[in-house]
């Protein structure tokens, strides 16, 4: 559960801290578009320029302030999708030159029971390896190493070839995920639930001509980004306490934990409820009412280091396109 940082709020008093949240949240959207504008391939402009936003991402984090160990703690729920859409890539790309020679691999029952024990040692040992994330690669790697060295009663087998191409391809897309989900995090990091709201409701405002709600809608987003760490905090608290009635959610039976799901769900949403219809009851008393105009206490002014930002987020998006074209 600590593992997911989306939503969270880290205070701070750095620069990214204090910039207009719509300016953020403006350039947020032109780098995310900039990470999409490059073409997955192994050339050298698009690796550059993906390993070029990397660099900038960061140079952002460090400036910040915000520990690098907190901001990478966000793709570790991600790393299976990580790893999967790796190993993918090197087995869809047959182009370019040959990694190492090709590796003959066995599908056969030695190998079956090989990797079904290694999975359990696996699932034993990780509780214990500090480091999870190297093991899982360990793990993945182990998965193709006995296949390789057990061919006894073979079922089937394929040739297992590793390309250049494939190989900066996967990295290319390694990469461009990454980018995405730190650069996500580094908004929620660094902007309150308030500003995010002021911030959603003024860029979306021209919406307002075609009637469209836009005051509820950012209302809506903003509450809901808030409140994902407030329910997996309550839903950790949960776990604990069923732990501490013997409950074990990581060693029991796929029957056990169906049932340990159904009793951990049923009090997340009771509590969700009793959030929301209190925190309904918090607005209506300080005045809130669907639909009509708010004033605000601390307005934003676009200062020289919004527009600074701002500028520097356009020409990296007309430098993406400029390559594009080119």
């Known amino acids: 559960m600590n593992n997911i940082t989306i939503g969270q709020y880290i205070p701070g008093d750095s620069w990214l801290h204090k910039l207009d949240p719509r300016i953020k949240l403006f350039s947020l959207v032109l780098m995310l578009v ?80 090989g990797i079904i024990l290694f999975i359990l040692f696996y699932n034993f040992t990780k509780k214990y390896i500090k480091f999870r994330i190297l093991y899982f690669f360990f793990a993945v790697f182990m998965v193709f190493f006995i296949q390789a060295v057990l061919p006894y009663i073979s079922l089937t087998s394929y040739t297992f070839e590793v390309y250049d191409q494939g190989l900066l391809r996967a990295g290319f897309i390694f990469l461009r995920i990454t980018n995405v989900i730190i650069l996500t995090s580094l908004l929620t990091f660094t902007t ?23 005051d509820m809608i950012a209302m809506m987003l903003s509450l809901t980004l808030r409140y994902i760490p407030t329910l997996l905090i309550e839903t950790e608290k949960i776990m604990k306490a069923q732990a501490s009635r013997g409950v074990d959610f990581k060693e029991s039976t796929f029957k056990e934990k169906i049932s340990q799901i159904i009793s951990l769900l049923i009090p997340v949403f009771v509590i969700s409820f009793k959030r929301s ?18 004033t605000r206490v601390d307005e934003y002014i676009v200062s020289f280091k919004d527009i600074f930002t701002l500028v520097m987020t356009i020409l990296i998006l007309a430098a993406i396109i400029y390559t594009r074209v080119m």
Do not use: C, H, W
């Open 34 to 113: 900039a990470t999409f504008l490059i073409p997955v391939s192994a050339d050298i402009i698009p690796l550059v320029s993906m390993i070029a936003i990397l660099i900038i991402i960061i140079a952002l984090t460090i400036s910040t302030r915000i520990p690098m160990r907190k901001v990478l703690n966000g793709l570790k729920p991600i790393v299976f999708l990580l790893t999967f859409t790796f190993v993918i890539q090197l087995f869809y790309v047959k182009s370019g030159n040959l990694v190492f020679d090709p590796i003959e691999m066995y599908i056969s029952i030695s190998s079956i029971i």
């Open 192 to 214: 309150m639930t308030t500003d995010l709201n002021y911030g959603i409701e003024s860029l979306l405002k021209p919406l307002k001509i075609i009637k469209v709600p836009v």
């Open 277 to 294: 219809e209190d925190l309904g009851n918090a607005m209506e008393v300080r005045g809130y009412v669907i639909g009509q105009k708010r």
